[in-house]
């Protein structure tokens, strides 16, 4: 049974960072592109970043680009979300998600999801 268990939500004001990180068990992560996305109270889940299983690729939503940053360490089957100079607007709950396909921003082509973590940034 694969497993995705996000951490590292907490709350913060406008101008700081944090790092989500996303745990992968029961499958090889190097199997996988990963992704992650994004609700806010009342949204749809939006996609805010996903890395090839390789790492050469990389794609961001443009409200994030600069900001955000999407790694991977394959060797300890876990996924980074480095955000900094984070704005009251990414207030949302983060969820990262396994794909074996090649697209990476519809939430229907990723196998695997994570329960998702909090992140409320105060202005």
């Known amino acids: 049974q694969v497993q995705l268990v996000e951490s590292g939500g907490g709350s913060v004001e406008a101008g700081d960072s944090l790092r989500l990180t996303c745990v992968v068990s029961?499958?090889?992560?190097?199997?996988?592109?990963m992704g992650w996305f994004r609700r806010s109270p009342g949204k749809e889940r939006d996609f805010v970043a996903f890395i090839s299983w390789t790492g050469t690729q990389t794609h961001y939503t443009d409200s994030v680009k600069g900001r955000f940053t999407i790694s991977r360490d394959n060797s300890k089957n876990t996924a980074y979300l480095q955000m900094d100079n984070l704005k009251p607007e990414d207030t949302a709950d983060y969820f990262c998600?396994?794909?074996?396909?090649?697209?990476?921003?519809?939430?229907?082509?990723?196998?695997?999801w994570g329960r998702g973590t909090q992140v409320t940034v105060s202005s």
């Open positions: 998600a396994g794909t074996s396909r090649s697209t990476w921003d519809v939430p229907s082509d990723y196998n695997f």
């Open positions: 029961g499958r090889a992560l190097s199997s996988l592109g």
